[in-house]
């Protein structure tokens, strides 16, 4: 009747409430779900904070969700997970307080012989704090270890916690993983957001630096073993890593990754033209910010990485054209600069079929052994 907000229902000091959940039987809402190092519930209801409670004293110490339940909301799918295991299928009824189990999602994996991810946070050079998660191979020490650093995509996402193959595939070969939510992450609110436009490859990438400098300060990375890898636009962030701070990598894996960001917004595909307008504001207008996007695509800058280099696209790729790739991979031949190309033919913007899957983890273990030992 007013068109206004009346009262605040719930809010969390750090980051965005992530969800609502509502009963329809009861017309009310029940829940709120924020994401801060991992999920959490505010509970507006007694009925289904107890549910929760007699749910969780069953199941034990993993995390769960609610995937589905009756119209009289007296039975409920239950889903566990954890960062070692993707979990199992419950049916739990809430007239008998009893779980019962319905299926495994993936019997094959064994939590104990998988890797934990401990959420961490650190210092950027100008105060702000990033969260993050740091994965370390199965009874090693945090000491002196050889690191992937492993920036996300979007980049307007985050890195959540939870069972992550890619981590776990790299932890089980021996590497320790630092994922990083880097400025311009969503959940920390809109300001943490908007402080991100304008600044690819410059205080994004400090931020992911700033990582790298908090590893080393720590003693947990050796300064001499630690590898960028990425895709999309974490595939960005890695050739920007290796060509504006050459000194922190000891190699990069760029996975359908921009290189150049003047062809990068040439090539925006069809269903990205409303986005365009977006694109300007939040990366850079090509006339009107020319000098800024020439400084921070890594393209232009070949002269300053010596690093090793592997590189994986998709020939299909609408969102990343495999003309970036292309660009980095003979700018650097030309300068005798290391350098790895898989290319599929058959693929857009990241591999889906499973061989190809197999052939570029094959081919990142060997490259990373070589180059990290």
């Given amino acids: 009747e007013t068109k206004k907000e009346t009262e605040v229902l719930f809010e969390h000091s750090e980051v965005d409430v992530a969800g609502l959940s509502y009963s329809r039987k009861h017309r009310k809402i029940t829940a709120a779900r924020y994401e801060s190092w991992k999920f959490f519930r505010h509970f507006f209801d007694e009925q289904t904070k107890e549910n929760f409670e007699k749910i969780k004293k069953q ?18 799918i239950v889903r566990t997970y954890s960062d070692r295991t993707l979990g199992k ?18 019997p094959w994996i064994k939590p104990e ?4 991810m401990e959420a961490i946070k650190y210092e950027a050079r100008d105060g ?40 776990q595939f790299l932890c089980n070969r021996g590497y320790a993983v630092l994922q990083m939510n880097f400025r311009g992450s969503t959940g920390y609110g ?13 205080k994004m990438q400090d931020d992911i630096s ?15 073993r630690v590898a960028i890898y990425g895709g999309s636009y974490g595939g960005y962030a890695c050739l920007a890593g290796l060509a504006f701070t050459p000194d922190l990598y000891a190699c990069g894996i760029d996975y359908v990754g921009v290189s150049n960001l003047f062809s990068f917004m040439q090539t925006i595909p069809p269903y990205w033209k409303p986005y365009l307008g977006m694109m300007y504001e ?11 996007l020439r400084a921070t695509s890594p393209v232009f800058h070949v002269d300053k990485i010596t690093a090793p280099l592997f590189v994986a696209q998709g020939a299909k790729d609408p969102r990343v054209n495999i003309d970036e790739s292309d660009q980095i991979v003979k700018a650097l031949k030309n300068r005798n600069v290391e350098v790895q190309y898989l290319v599929k033919d058959n693929e857009g913007h990241g591999f889906r079929n499973e061989e190809n899957r197999f052939e570029f983890y094959e081919t990142m273990e060997a490259f990373l052994k070589e180059h990290l030992g």
């Fill in 89 to 106: 299928y419950y049916l739990y009824d809430s007239s008998t307080e009893k779980c019962t189990e319905l299926a495994d999602v993936s």
């Fill in 210 to 224: 700033d990582g790298v400098k908090w590893l080393v300060d720590e003693g947990i990375a050796d300064s001499k």
């Fill in 282 to 292: 939040m990366v850079g207008h090509p006339e009107k910010d020319q000098e800024r």
């Fill in 128 to 167: 702000r704090i990033i969260h993050g998660y740091l994965s370390v191979p199965l009874g090693e020490e945090k000491k002196n270890l050889p690191v992937v650093i492993n920036p996300h995509g979007g980049p307007w996402h985050r890195d959540s916690w939870g069972f992550n193959p890619e981590v």
């Fill in 113 to 116: 012989e998988m890797a934990e």
């Fill in 59 to 76: 199941l034990g110490a993993l995390s769960i969700s609610i995937t589905s339940h009756d119209k009289e909301e007296e039975k409920f």
């Fill in 190 to 202: 809109r300001e943490f957001w908007s402080s991100s436009f304008g600044e690819w490859g410059l």
